[in-house]
């Protein structure tokens, strides 16, 4: 008796379960904009849940692992798996499924290289979307860039954007802005997921943005690996963790660049940014040459203070503009911010009378939406 | 005691069946080249045997899926499963593993688009791999180009090779090859998995062809679908299969590369090849647009027949070069020779007075080393 009892408990709790989970997810899913050809999943509602399916008939355990939550999905006659994740925030999403512990690419979804791994993404539409939408404007070209590099010793790849008016103008020279990715992403990213050749073909087109060069290049420094892990009691980032990057950067990638592509080589028409360990080499790397670089841009990559420029003053006289770019929820939460509060050290930067630019993506956090906001807004202030 | 001698005879079938299989396998396995940074598998060993390894420590079968066939993985203690297929050809294979059921791709690997999605593939080393190695020769670019197509109403992707001399000699003006991709493949297949930039970059620098521009564009046309399932009693490929892609390359295509790039907007400046699905859209364009193409190549798609020439009579005086490429085993099993024999029928077209070169890739299927092959001896006849 006690046994059925509590079976007949544990039936109502699941029923219970079921019913809650099914009133609160709105049936209105559409296809995410990042799925293959012809493929209906993974869904996105206007909740910003994410709904995954997968055929897996002999299974006894599908999950979906998004945002660091691994979502149990539920199987029905056919051995289709079907789930949702909670709400997401607008913008880009890595994720990936796991199949009785396996953990695989969901294969429904065009493939992005973050978490140090190719895998799965999902796009949750954004009311900013206009931003990054694929228009009929002029489209400026993203070449895959092959070249010799003499600190390595190896052949490199990097991306390059040219403006749309680059093929036409075949005198006119162009500014160029060094553009990183984050810590287990790679030169693919920000042309990709990060749509940064989308968004300047529509700042250019509205006036909004002068035309410039992209370069986008693998900061990711083997065989020392700059995000090495953290060590008790050591400085982190450790000393010279950017000067991989810095010395290909300097000597292979600036001087190549400049040399076949139509460029104003100088300070004033040279920019650097980066995301999160992209804006941290940034910061490494345009500190010690202002020369070099005229502006800077970090998104979720801390921040310069004060102390910085006193080590370096004649960062004062060469930089035009220094952005500072955080998701709201980076801000709340207190992470990200190497080198104290990044509001207050820009404000005092600003004090000393270097030009600065801090912008706050609202309600996203440490990912790409962040970041795409943030070059939006970074575009439009660069080498006027 | 009956059940005693059986377990005793499944134990000692599956022992000898475990020492057959172990003395078969020569364990010198390498990682693929196509592997994601830093991942070990899938490997490849010098009998051409592909052997994968998935996490999945609650599955109850995992099987590796490649050529057409699955094979079994065995788990160990810790969850891994391991498993190898039969010797593949030399070259590029696409494949995915099933787990529990599932078909997704092997998270090893990096992603290609082929067999209608992205997924999988292997590289099993080739005794030619010199003539697509990655190698310290100056390179050309590949671009990504988005234009607005009129014929379809929506905007379009192509890559555009650019030839290594292109930026530093501005006032210098190239021919370029159209050359498509097969059906489920799309216009990223050219310039990854089939490496039409090195060989081409190998072939430059080693001066055995002359520079020119390759634009690869997506022949998959949509709603209409080139590739309907066949429905029995109609011909096949049904009439007008390849307008679609006809009408944007006429109309929409090479306009806009002659408009954009340094070319030589002329026949004989102008080369139109494929592979299977593209071979069969490069005859059914050519053949009525000889004075557009001055140079024909199909590889593993068919070929050109006397009673063509008959029905096209000017192909024979625009044209300046047919070449038709196939696997030695496509031509063995006899598949994949629609319109006729095409050894013979490439002889009859010779005989009529038009220049012909017949390639057969030794020990190749229907598969992208005979394609890269095909490439690499159409590549040196062009445009000479």
Avoid at 108 to 130: C, I, N, Q
Avoid at 228 to 246: H, I, L, N, S, V
């Amino acid at each position: 008796m006690k046994t059925a009892v509590s079976i007949l408990a544990v039936g109502l709790a699941m029923l219970g379960s079921c019913l809650m989970t099914q009133a609160q997810v709105v049936e209105d899913f559409k296809p995410s904009e990042l799925n293959q050809a012809g493929k209906e999943y993974p869904m996105v509602n206007s909740e910003r849940r994410v709904r995954a399916q997968l055929l897996a008939p002999e299974a006894t355990s599908v999950k979906l692992d998004i945002g660091g939550v691994k979502y149990d999905m539920v199987k029905d006659e056919n051995g289709l798996w079907t789930g949702e994740s909670d709400p997401q925030d607008e913008g880009f999403h890595y994720y990936q499924l796991n199949v009785d512990g396996a953990s695989v690419p969901d294969p429904g979804t065009l493939f992005f290289y973050g978490a140090s791994r190719w895998g799965s993404a999902v796009e949750v539409p954004a009311a900013d979307a206009e931003i990054y939408a694929l228009k009929n404007v002029p489209h400026g070209v993203v070449r895959q860039h092959l070249y010799y590099s003499k600190v390595s010793g190896t052949i490199r790849r990097c991306f390059v954007y040219t403006p749309p008016c680059y093929e036409s103008n075949p005198d006119a020279r162009y500014p160029v802005l060094y553009l990183q990715h984050g810590g287990g992403e790679d030169e693919t990213g920000w042309a990709s997921q990060g749509k940064a050749n989308l968004i300047l073909d529509n700042l250019i087109a509205d006036g909004k943005a002068v035309p410039f060069i992209i370069v986008m290049d693998n900061g990711t420094w083997r065989p020392t690996g700059p995000m090495a892990p953290r060590r008790e009691g050591e400085p982190w980032p450790p000393a010279g963790w950017a000067d991989g990057f810095k010395n290909t950067l300097l000597q292979d990638i600036i001087p190549m660049i400049d040399s076949v592509y139509r460029t104003i080589p100088d300070n004033a028409h040279r920019a650097m940014a980066g995301l999160s360990m992209g804006g941290m080499q940034t910061r490494a790397i345009t500190l010690g040459n202002s020369d070099v670089f005229g502006y800077v841009g970090m998104f979720s990559g801390g921040s310069i203070s004060p102390a910085d420029i006193e080590q370096n003053p004649e960062f004062k006289q060469n930089v035009k503009l220094l952005f500072i770019g955080y998701g709201s929820r980076e801000l709340e939460s207190g992470r990200y911010s190497m080198g104290g509060d990044p509001k207050t050290n820009t404000e005092q930067v600003n004090a000393l009378g270097i030009k600065t630019s801090f912008y706050v993506s609202q309600d996203t956090a440490h990912e790409w939406q962040t970041w795409r906001r943030s070059f939006y807004q970074f575009a439009q202030q660069l080498f006027k």
